[in-house]
């Protein structure tokens, strides 16, 4: 479990800036910090409480934890818990599915940035730079605070009415996005399945490099290029992605589909609506199945950007 993380020289001039708050919930459960016993940091008897008295010059990470500030810290990054400022923060207090509250005479010299929570000053004007922002984002926090304290669910949700509910909802909307897509687009998906069907390998293992190639030149830009321009390179790159997928995998739905359909039902039972339906079908329980959805999800992601990459190769992709 992460506790506290000692900064090098070069990591102890950085901040925790609402640009990296996205990444950081993206690789948290990929990154290990090393641990460092200090005895600054106390955990309580339970677990679940993490005491800084002094550490002044370190970044305080806490993974399923309330992290109490009784004196100082440089900077605060808590998922799935809240943050008890009782001292000083000289730096940005982040947490992501948990509160940030305030405490009189306490003071932060940062951002406040709260994603699935709420920011709380005891006092009527509390000490904070002028010059900072506060964001806050009060939803899903029951979600977020759960996936922090049992983080492998995402492997394996349980099953519930909910759960069902929401792939039910997943169906209808992937269902009329993908209707949509082959009505105004025909053209595009009918060539998009021709090219994926022609050769599937290449496909994906373009996919897959442009899929990390992405991910490692977010990750660049956010070290090292000014504050607007990573931010928008980052911007640029998420859309970009979203957009290839949502391309992709309505070609890939439709693609199942009309296999499906062509293997088990008669030519006279077959209609476009119905391959798209069975095709959406499909794709959702492979993406609901328990620690396959992760495999399923990747796959997919490579194929969507690999068509992508590869739509105006028409002539490359013809049989001989």
Do not use: C, H
């Not at 406040?112 to 006092?123: D, E, H, L, M, P």
């Not at 069975?278 to 492979?286: A, D, K, N, Q």
């Amino acid at each position: 479990m992460i506790y506290t993380e000692t900064q090098t020289d070069f990591f102890a001039q950085l901040q925790i800036p609402f640009k990296q708050i996205i990444l950081g919930f993206v690789f948290i459960l990929f990154v290990v910090f090393p641990l460092y016993a200090q005895s600054s940091v106390s955990l309580s008897a339970d677990g679940k409480t993490l005491t800084v008295d002094e550490a002044k010059d370190n970044e305080i990470y806490s993974f399923g934890k309330t992290v109490i500030i009784k004196k100082e810290a440089k900077g605060v990054l808590v998922f799935g818990g809240d943050i008890i400022i009782e001292g000083k923060v000289e730096g940005d207090v982040a947490v992501i599915g948990g509160n940030i509250i305030q405490e009189e005479n306490a003071f932060i010299g940062g951002d406040v940035i709260v994603f699935g929570g709420t920011y709380r000053a005891k006092s009527e004007q509390p000490l904070r730079n002028a010059e900072k922002e506060t964001v806050m984002v009060a939803m899903f926090e029951e979600e977020l605070r759960n996936f922090a304290q049992n983080p492998t669910q995402i492997f394996a949700p349980s099953f519930s009415w909910s759960f069902l509910a929401q792939r039910i909802l997943s169906i209808l909307f992937w269902f009329i996005i993908s209707l949509v897509f082959t009505t105004i687009a025909p053209g595009a998906v009918s060539r998009a399945i021709v090219r994926f069907r022609l050769s599937t390998l290449k496909i994906i293992a373009i996919g897959l490099a442009a899929f990390f190639v992405t991910v490692i030149g977010v990750v660049v830009g956010l070290s090292f290029l000014p504050n607007y321009l990573s931010a928008i390179f980052g911007l640029m790159a998420f859309v970009l992605l979203m957009l290839g997928y949502v391309f992709g995998r309505v070609a890939l739905q439709v693609s199942v589909g009309k296999q499906l359909q062509k293997r088990f039902l008669p030519e006279n039972k077959q209609s476009e609506t119905l391959a798209i339906l069975i095709g959406v079908i499909v794709w959702t329980t492979f993406l609901s199945v328990p620690y396959l959805w992760t495999i399923a999800l990747l796959a997919l992601m490579s194929a969507s950007l690999g068509l992508v990459l590869t739509a105006r190769s028409t002539n490359g992709w013809k049989r001989a």
